[in-house]
């Protein structure tokens, strides 16, 4: 009987330990996120992927768009002593850059500014608004 229980309750812990790796392993933050419209990440998903110090522009050469924000874009971050990162998506090394991020887009301009996201071309005054929550994220 001793030797009957002993072996269920080893059988139980393996099955413990077997549930826990399944739930390690499909933790929310290893999954790529599709980023569609403005929004933020959760502070988990924010600090796994690596963004929280991080103002990144990602745009292509193709987009009319982001040729015609970026200017402004980059002005406000001037004007906050930010410099941005920015990723053209149209080049591979890239795009390989934001799979290392597990993020996706459907649409160009995307900024990531800490762990908040925005879509599409903004004003010089929405980019200042942006940065400013950054900065005062960065002394928390």
Same mark, same amino acid.
Not at 32 to 38: A, G, K, L, P, Q
Not at 49 to 73: A, N
């Given at each position: $009987?001793?030797?009957?229980?002993?072996?269920?309750?080893?059988?139980? #812990?393996?099955?413990?330990?077997?549930?826990?790796?399944?739930?390690?392993?499909?933790? /929310?933050?290893?999954?790529?996120?599709?980023?569609?419209?403005?929004?933020?990440?959760?502070?988990?998903?924010?600090?796994?992927?690596?963004?929280?110090?991080? #103002?990144? $522009? %990602?745009?292509?050469?193709?987009?009319?768009?982001?040729?015609?924000?970026?200017?402004?874009? %980059?002005?406000?971050?001037?004007?906050?002593?930010?410099? /941005?990162?920015? %990723?053209?998506?149209?080049? /591979?090394?890239?795009?390989?850059?934001?799979?290392? +991020?597990?993020?996706?887009?459907? +649409?160009? /301009?995307?900024?990531?500014?800490?762990?908040?996201? +925005?879509?599409?071309?903004?004003?010089?005054?929405?980019?200042?608004?942006?940065?400013?929550?950054? %900065?005062?994220?960065?002394?928390?």
């Amino acid at each position: $009987m001793k030797k009957r229980t002993k072996t269920i309750g080893t059988v139980a #812990v393996l099955i413990i330990l077997a549930a826990l790796i399944l739930v390690l392993v499909n933790k /929310p933050n290893n999954e790529i996120i599709t980023i569609s419209s403005d929004g933020a990440f959760t502070n988990e998903e924010c600090q796994s992927r690596g963004l929280t110090d991080k #103002v990144i $522009m %990602l745009e292509s050469k193709y987009c009319g768009y982001c040729q015609e924000t970026k200017p402004i874009f %980059l002005k406000a971050c001037e004007s906050k002593a930010i410099t /941005p990162e920015i %990723l053209d998506l149209s080049e /591979p090394e890239n795009f390989a850059q934001l799979e290392d +991020y597990k993020i996706n887009i459907l +649409y160009t /301009p995307t900024f990531l500014i800490g762990c908040n996201y +925005y879509v599409s071309a903004k004003t010089e005054e929405q980019y200042l608004s942006y940065l400013d929550e950054f %900065l005062t994220s960065q002394d928390e």
